[in-house]
């Protein structure tokens, strides 16, 4: 069982920025992907930010050039969301991703809400 740290989040306005962060309390042998995913009110979850352990990163379509995913180390990552938008308002949930079985291990969700 892995278990997380979430912290950040909160409320913003439109064009302002947070932070996220995540620590998991421990890591897979092989190949892993840490990140964020978010699920807003009747949508389904998607992918935020991922970074690999092998440093390969992968952004959803609808925040490249706005949001940064980070790897501090090996148990814990950052993701600096800048020009927030209305429609970034979701609940947001770390998750650690087994590369070889795609399996989630998930944290419990922090809310980001974004007002205009």
């Known amino acids: 069982q892995v278990y997380f740290t979430e912290t950040g989040g909160g409320l913003a306005q439109s064009g302002e920025s947070l932070k996220l962060s995540c620590r998991a309390s421990?890591?897979?042998?092989?190949?892993?992907?840490m990140g964020w995913y978010r699920e807003a009110p009747e949508k389904q979850r998607e992918l935020v930010a991922s970074?690999?352990?092998?440093?390969?990163v992968e952004y959803g379509d609808s925040v490249i050039g706005r949001f940064t995913i980070s790897r501090v180390n090996s148990l814990e990552v950052t993701l600096h969301m800048t020009n927030l938008k209305p429609e970034d308002t979701a609940v947001y949930y770390c998750?650690?991703?087994?590369?070889?079985?795609?399996?989630?291990?998930w944290g419990q969700g922090t809310q980001v809400t974004v007002s205009s």
């Open positions: 998750a650690l991703t087994l590369s070889y079985s795609g399996k989630h291990y």
């Open positions: 421990t890591i897979p042998n092989g190949l892993y992907g």
């Open positions: 970074v690999r352990s092998d440093g390969n």
